[in-house]
């Protein structure tokens, strides 16, 4: 009976999160496959990790780092999904804050890292009118190295 009270609210969390997954999924796979959820956020993992831990990843696993990455943040989706199923039971509120917080880092991670994703023209024209301009000899010959 006590395994009960914990056991089915964890069970819930985790197919939640996979049904989300699941849509997620499906959503960048109509609009833009190469900005799966799960890959950008490895990609987000991957560029905030430091160099000693990546050095350490690629001697540890070899050509199948990447494939470590992804099975790495499997296992931690599935126990923070669980996790959240519990708190859920105990405390909504709390558990719809960790999921919105979730849901903002992945779409953060979406739209910083795939430059194919549906908000990049809006980005990079926000981003074009904040750069500096080129001088009009350097933006003719190709940039700086292009100088002979």
């Given at each position: 009976m006590r395994a009960r009270r914990w056991l089915f609210p964890a069970i819930a969390g985790v197919a939640s999160v996979?049904?989300?997954?699941?849509?997620?999924?499906?959503?960048?796979?109509l609009f833009a496959a190469q900005a799966s959820p799960?890959?950008?956020?490895?990609?987000l993992l991957i560029d905030f990790a430091p160099p000693w831990a990546k050095d350490a990843a690629?001697?540890?696993?070899?050509?199948?780092?990447?494939?470590?990455?992804l099975v790495a943040i499997g296992l931690v989706l599935v126990v923070a999904a669980a996790a959240v199923g519990v708190v859920a039971s105990r405390w909504p509120i709390v558990a719809r804050l960790v999921i919105?917080?979730?849901?903002?880092?992945?779409?953060?991670a979406a739209v910083t890292r795939a430059p194919w994703c549906?908000?990049?023209?809006?980005l990079s024209r926000r981003m074009r009118n904040r750069a500096p301009a080129?001088?009009?000899?350097?933006?003719?010959?190709?940039g700086p190295a292009a100088r002979p």
């Open positions: 996979a049904f989300g997954l699941g849509v997620a999924e499906l959503v960048s796979a799960v890959i950008v956020v490895g990609s690629i001697a540890l696993f070899g050509t199948a780092d990447k494939i470590a990455l919105v917080a979730g849901g903002i880092l992945g779409i953060a549906v908000a990049s023209p809006f080129l001088p009009p000899d350097v933006a003719s010959s190709g």
